[in-house]
Structure formats: structure tokens, C-alpha cells
């Protein structure tokens, strides 16, 4: 499965979970089971995006030692570190930034 399709899939559910929420509170009549349900998925949420904020983290350290040991003068690995390093990083801003909306949404719909 591409990375686009997976990112895809991934904002699909937690803005259809974001809108499911929405509408369980304006109801007005929830359940101490639904709320219950609803904070554990948040969880998970948070533990997902902390795993591949780490994950994305280790891909750019992982860049950093191939540009390191590609400086003796192997292009191709220095290339490979330039790569890794960039991809890594732009894994960190999506995953800060993916962070970042999910509390921006709960701080303003939610409290």
C-alpha cells in the first residue's frame, strides 16, 4: 500500500471519528461506555502518532550515519544520507503537525 493511500485512509478515520464525536456531544445524551470507548481510540491515536513521530526520527538519524559514512567519498550513499535526512524530517513536521490538529480540535470542539 503506497503511502498515500495510507495517509488517506488515516485522515478519513479520524475526521469521520472527530465528526462521530462531534455529534455524540451535541445530542446531549451520552453514555459513560461511549466516552469511555471514545478516550481509549484518543489514546491510540496519541500512541500511533508518537510512534511515528519516533519512527520518523530514526529514519533521519538512520540518513545521518549513511552521510556520515558516505563523507569518505561514496556518492551514492551520500545521496541516499541526503534522502533520508529530508524524508525524515518532512515524517517529523507531518507527524508534529498531525499532533497538532488533533489537539487543536479537542481544545476547541471538545472543552
Excluded: P
Amino acid at each position: 500500500m503506497s503511502y498515500k493511500k495510507l495517509s488517506l485512509y488515516f485522515l478519513t478515520g479520524l475526521i469521520a471519528f472527530l465528526n462521530a464525536r462531534l455529534i455524540w456531544a451535541a445530542d446531549g445524551s451520552g453514555s459513560g461506555a461511549l466516552d469511555q470507548l471514545i478516550s481509549k481510540i484518543e489514546g491510540l491515536l496519541n500512541s500511533v502518532i508518537s510512534l511515528l513521530f519516533v519512527l520518523a526520527t530514526v529514519y533521519f538519524l538512520w540518513g545521518v550515519v549513511n552521510y556520515v559514512v558516505g563523507a569518505g567519498g561514496d556518492i551514492k550513499k551520500l545521496e541516499q544520507g541526503k534522502q533520508h535526512m529530508l524524508w525524515g524530517i518532512v515524517g517529523m513536521a507531518i507527524m508534529l503537525s498531525a499532533w497538532g490538529i488533533v489537539r487543536a480540535i479537542q481544545n476547541t470542539i471538545f472543552q
